[in-house]
């Protein structure tokens, strides 16, 4: 019991806190949980971790020492064309890292919530639902299903959240936000090309950040489970609308309607069917233009 006889908080450990994502998730938890952050390396905060997740005996240290209530897995080589040229340490990052998290929860029955993508899924389909059998096109997707599995066989009551897209922002640049790109390079004078063949359902980080919250209590929630809006736009309609709301001159955002051999293979159709997690959660899957909206507060806590 605290000083205040209030019950104290549950831990919460973030793996990859100071990633685009674990800023988001840190500030949402920190309502109901006693927030552990850490990161690859050290940060500005006294109190922030260092975990590698490369190194297993370092993960392993950490989890029986703090013995966090539950742990939310963010860490990742998350810039797709990144995995596409250096493979091993995507696989080594992506998905043994992965592994040795999943270990260490197992051996000390910590609750661990995951997340992955709809990179998993070839695009050829529009629609996916949880039990549509994985065909990755690229090396990140092929190493977020071969994580998926890992964390599943090791500890089947994991939860697994596949995304599509997350927008949202930090302020910062270093970070996998797309958002807080398209707003540096617009401000910048720059044109920006969007596809108009790549279809995402997108989810705001705010939102994605309490459905993270209100999963990990609930024990039903475990295995597979799909996030995003209720429909999908292609990315050149979500960069209109980003451009739109912000009033970014029409010339500085211009349609790419084939796809660069540079980029590493992205799927057509990544819309992840919402139906179970809208089951399983109070907050329900918000409309495109609703996560738009979101994606453009200014972040609750920036420059964490
Ligand atoms: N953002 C999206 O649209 C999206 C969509 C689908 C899935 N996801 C998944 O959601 C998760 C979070 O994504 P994000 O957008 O927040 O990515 P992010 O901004 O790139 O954050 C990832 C974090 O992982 C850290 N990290 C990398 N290697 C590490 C290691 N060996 N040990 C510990 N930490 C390490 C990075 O730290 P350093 O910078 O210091 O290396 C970074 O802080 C990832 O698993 C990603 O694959 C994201």
Same mark, same amino acid.
């Given at each position: 019991?605290?000083?205040?006889?209030?019950?104290?908080?549950?831990?919460?450990?973030?793996?990859?806190?100071?990633?685009?994502?674990?800023?988001?998730?840190?500030?949402?938890? !920190?309502?109901?949980?006693?927030?552990?952050?850490?990161?690859?390396?050290? *940060?500005?905060?006294? @109190?922030?971790? +260092? $975990? %590698?997740?490369?190194?297993?005996?370092?993960?392993?240290?950490?989890?029986?020492?703090?013995?966090?209530?539950?742990?939310?897995?963010?860490a990742a080589i998350s810039d797709i064309d990144l995995c596409?040229?250096?493979?091993?340490?995507?696989?080594?990052?992506?998905?043994?890292?992965?592994?040795?998290?999943?270990?260490?929860?197992?051996?000390?029955?910590?609750?661990?919530?995951?997340?992955?993508?709809?990179?998993?899924?070839?695009?050829?389909?529009?629609?996916?639902?949880?039990?549509?059998?994985?065909?990755?096109?690229?090396?990140?997707?092929?190493?977020?299903?071969?994580?998926?599995?890992?964390?599943?066989?090791?500890?089947?009551? !994991?939860?697994v959240l596949r995304v599509s897209l997350v927008l949202g922002?930090? *302020?910062?640049?270093? @970070?996998?936000? +797309? $958002? %807080?790109?398209?707003?540096?390079?617009?401000?910048?004078?720059?044109?920006?090309?969007?596809?108009?063949?790549?279809?995402?359902?997108?989810?705001?980080?705010?939102?994605?950040?309490?459905?993270?919250?209100?999963?990990?209590?609930?024990?039903?929630?475990?295995?597979l489970i799909h996030t995003g809006s209720t429909h999908a736009?292609?990315?050149?309609?979500?960069?209109?609308?980003?451009?739109?709301?912000?009033?970014?001159?029409?010339?500085?955002?211009?349609?790419?309607?084939?796809?660069?051999?540079?980029?590493?293979?992205?799927?057509?159709?990544?819309?992840?069917?919402?139906?179970?997690?809208?089951?399983?959660?109070?907050?329900?899957?918000?409309?495109?233009?609703?996560?738009?909206?979101?994606?453009?507060?200014?972040?609750?806590?920036?420059?964490?």
């Amino acid at each position: 019991m605290s000083s205040s006889s209030q019950p104290a908080k549950p831990s919460l450990l973030i793996l990859g806190a100071r990633g685009f994502l674990g800023r988001s998730v840190a500030t949402a938890a !920190a309502a109901r949980f006693n927030v552990l952050r850490a990161d690859r390396t050290a *940060g500005e905060r006294s @109190t922030d971790i +260092v $975990v %590698d997740i490369t190194d297993a005996n370092v993960v392993e240290q950490t989890i029986r020492e703090i013995q966090p209530k539950a742990v939310v897995l963010l860490a990742a080589i998350s810039d797709i064309d990144l995995c596409e040229r250096q493979p091993e340490r995507a696989a080594a990052v992506n998905v043994q890292g992965v592994a040795h998290v999943a270990r260490a929860c197992a051996a000390t029955g910590t609750r661990l919530l995951f997340t992955s993508s709809g990179a998993v899924f070839d695009g050829k389909k529009i629609g996916y639902c949880e039990e549509d059998p994985v065909s990755p096109l690229s090396v990140y997707g092929r190493s977020k299903a071969d994580a998926e599995n890992v964390v599943l066989e090791t500890l089947p009551d !994991a939860i697994v959240l596949r995304v599509s897209l997350v927008l949202g922002r930090t *302020g910062l640049t270093t @970070t996998n936000s +797309v $958002v %807080d790109t398209l707003v540096r390079r617009w401000q910048a004078g720059e044109i920006v090309r969007a596809s108009t063949l790549e279809c995402r359902n997108p989810i705001d980080a705010a939102t994605l950040a309490t459905w993270i919250i209100e999963l990990l209590p609930n024990p039903e929630a475990r295995g597979l489970i799909h996030t995003g809006s209720t429909h999908a736009w292609t990315r050149y309609q979500i960069a209109t609308a980003l451009a739109t709301r912000l009033g970014v001159p029409e010339v500085q955002l211009l349609p790419e309607e084939t796809t660069s051999p540079a980029r590493a293979l992205r799927g057509v159709h990544q819309l992840l069917l919402t139906d179970k997690i809208a089951r399983l959660c109070t907050t329900q899957p918000p409309t495109i233009e609703e996560v738009v909206e979101r994606s453009l507060r200014e972040p609750a806590e920036s420059h964490q």
